[in-house]
């Protein structure tokens, strides 16, 4: 069975752009969280959606938007781009909302110059 | 609201020795998560542990969980090379769905 995927792999954006990341869940699973990962340091959520509807959100400024679709997966959004969100951001999904056990995608590396 | 907190941060051994990395969490949970991070790579899934008393194991990594003490710990049967990675613990909030993780244990071990 295929594992969370999550494109693109590395982009490259500037300062005040916008950019769209994508993750597709484990099939079966309806629920998919967002990460940010700063080099050096854990992981910070960001979002959780389940069915289609945002079911959580960490301390993350408005720039930052996701959705779910039908198919469950799931892009999240970051507007406005500053030096600030160069990081791996990474995708996870679970069979339902809460505390199931989540699994990991490969990431995405966001540089911002 | 919930911290997370591992230590040491940065850990370095011998092939053949024993360690333990501690995490420690600030408000009740009963659900802990140890993965591990290999350099530019995503976060691998090493144990689920579920309740007070939990203990699972797996090759030369056994982990633990006293939800009273708030307290997991990740012990390492001596260390081979291939261990080298960064470990995290991780704390669910079920209330509003999060997972906090701890910053880190950075571990290279050494021939």
């Known amino acids: 069975d295929a594992g969370v995927t999550q494109s693109p792999t590395h982009l490259i954006k500037t300062r005040g752009q916008q950019v769209t990341l994508r993750c597709s869940p484990i099939?079966?699973?309806?629920?998919v969280s967002w990460y940010q990962q700063v080099l050096g340091q854990g992981p910070q959520f960001i979002f959780q959606?389940?069915?289609?509807?945002?079911?959580g959100r960490g301390n993350f400024p408005d720039r930052f938007s996701a959705r779910q679709f039908p198919n469950y997966s799931s892009e999240l959004n970051v507007n406005a781009l500053l030096l600030g969100d160069s990081a791996l951001y990474l995708c996870?999904?679970?069979?339902?909302?809460?505390?199931?056990?989540?699994?990991f995608g490969p990431g995405t590396r966001l540089t911002v110059l | 609201e919930l911290k997370v907190e591992q230590n040491p941060l940065f850990l370095s051994m011998q092939e053949g020795k024993n360690y333990t990395i501690y995490c420690n969490y600030s408000?009740?949970?009963?659900?802990l998560y140890w993965y591990r991070q290999d350099p530019g790579k995503s976060l691998e899934s090493l144990f689920v542990?579920?309740?007070?008393?939990a203990v699972k194991q797996e090759g030369r990594l056994m982990a633990s969980l006293d939800t009273k003490a708030r307290l997991s710990t990740l012990h390492i049967t001596a260390a081979v090379h291939d261990l080298s990675a960064t470990y995290f613990c991780?704390?669910?909030?079920?209330?509003?769905?999060?997972?906090?993780f701890g910053a880190g244990t950075r571990l290279t071990v050494k021939p």
């Open positions: 996870a999904s679970s069979r339902g909302q809460g505390a199931d056990e989540q699994f």
């Open positions: 099939s079966g699973h309806k629920s």
């Open positions: 959606y389940y069915e289609k509807e945002e079911r």
């Open positions: 408000t009740t949970s009963d659900r």
């Open positions: 542990l579920l309740s007070n008393g």
């Open positions: 991780a704390v669910d909030m079920a209330l509003n769905n999060d997972m906090r």
